[in-house]
């Protein structure tokens, strides 16, 4: 399981032109699954995320989580973290899990994440999204377990 955690001032996500998610901050964060991914990983990467100390505080030190500064977390499903373009110049995407499965890893994620305290907000599995995002730093992080 991967994340690329970015720490925005605002992001939207819209399908078909339609506005699905929108966060004011905290953290956009996109999450690939990985073959094999076990179902203990979604409990291990909400952890991360929710206390990950990317936000500064007073002193101007990256100190605080999301959850600290009352943020939330904008999840995005995305298989092409585990895109492989070694090989030639198309990505194999061999190494992404199967979406049934996929999906079912994303969720618990999400709801690790909300029993976290968080406030999440989703993206729509398998669609073609667009997201608009504000970055803040830029501060990104990438993060596999």
Known sequence: MKAVIQRVKRTTLRVDGELISEIPFGLAVYLGVKCGDGDNLPAQMAKKIANLRIFEDDNGKMNLSVKDVGGEVLLISQFTLYGDPSHGNRPSFSMAERPE?????????????????????????????????????????????
């Open 101 to 145: 499965r996929a999906d079912f890893l994303y969720e618990k994620c999400v709801e690790e994440l909300k029993n976290s305290g968080v406030v999440v907000k989703k993206g729509v599995f398998g669609a073609d999204m667009k997201i608009e995002q504000f970055n803040d730093g830029p501060v990104t992080i990438i993060y596999e377990i």
